[in-house]
């Protein structure tokens, strides 16, 4: 019975040293608060929220591009295609004459977009 109590005084001196040889140190700890703030502004094109219409077969989502950009991006789930959901200089213009100022095809001036009649018409509203 020797041996058997001799491996459990082995354990119990041997696992407390594993695991703390797995604790992370202050510095790592420090690191892994800071990352988000490294790699802000580094990864665009990343996260897709899809806004479904058309009985769930096409959605529209935003990409975040670099400068505070942005892009409407179209998906016919159906069909497998991805495309710009309009086109993004044209409705500036119109919008900029519209409202008598600035408006960029990259920076426009709403976040949401309702497409009715399938894709052939859409909605937005301008802050």
């Not at 490294?38 to 959605?59: A, I, Y």
């Not at 016919?76 to 409705?91: I, N, P, Q, V």
């Not at 519209?98 to 960029?104: D, G, I, K, T, Y």
Request: net charge negative.
């Amino acid at each position: 019975m020797k041996t058997p109590s001799h491996l459990l005084l082995s354990l119990l001196f041997i696992l407390p040293s594993a695991v703390a040889r797995s604790q992370g140190t202050q510095s790592d700890y420090e690191r892994a608060d800071n990352l988000r703030a490294m790699t802000s502004g580094k990864v665009f094109k990343d996260e897709v929220e899809p806004h479904w219409f058309d009985k769930n077969r096409r959605f529209w989502y935003r990409n975040a591009l670099p400068e505070d950009k942005l892009e409407f991006v179209f998906v016919d789930a159906k069909a497998g295609t991805r495309e710009l959901a309009f086109d993004h200089e044209r409705l500036a213009q119109s919008l900029a004459e519209a409202a008598e100022r600035e408006v960029r095809g990259e920076r426009l001036p709403f976040e949401t977009i309702e497409f009715t009649e399938g894709r052939h018409a859409s909605r937005q509203c301008v802050d």
